[in-house]
């Protein structure tokens, strides 16, 4: 049964630290996607990559931490980094598809904004239901 309370391991305590940790993390993504699209000029795509690369591992690292600290016992390791980024892929990729597919009809960073909701739905879920899901 998932637990809604406001606990201190509700669902939407998890919910609103992973929404801050994403806060934190989206500016990280949004500048370093900034800095590469414009700056370095690199293609939509590989900006993107790049941008999401760093914040990954600045969100696995918080939530880590913090988020699912209870779950993780607030160790880091390669494996379960490893197992949050392939995780994490499902919501590269829909903020990917986001971004380009609304370069279209908007500018780029106003889709980029779009693209960082799309991923926050599809990350959250992943991470509270499959990687940092409680163990037996």
């Not at 800095?35 to 696995?60: D, F, Q, R």
């Not at 160790?75 to 499902?90: E, G, N, P, T, W």
């Amino acid at each position: 049964m998932i637990d809604i309370r406001l606990g201190k391991h509700g669902l939407l305590r998890k919910a609103l630290s992973f929404g801050l940790v994403g806060v934190f993390n989206a500016g990280v993504d949004f500048c370093i996607f900034s800095v590469a699209y414009l700056v370095l000029a690199l293609p939509i795509i590989g900006a993107n990559l790049l941008a999401w690369l760093v914040a990954v591992t600045s969100s696995y690292v918080l939530n880590t931490k913090f988020t699912f600290a209870a779950e993780s016992g607030r160790r880091l390791s390669v494996r379960s980094y490893f197992m949050f980024a392939v995780a994490q892929l499902a919501g590269f990729l829909a903020n990917t598809a986001t971004v380009f597919a609304c370069s279209y009809f908007m500018p780029v960073l106003v889709g980029k904004v779009l693209a960082i909701g799309a991923s926050f739905l599809v990350n959250f879920s992943l991470s509270n239901f499959v990687v940092f899901r409680k163990r037996s």
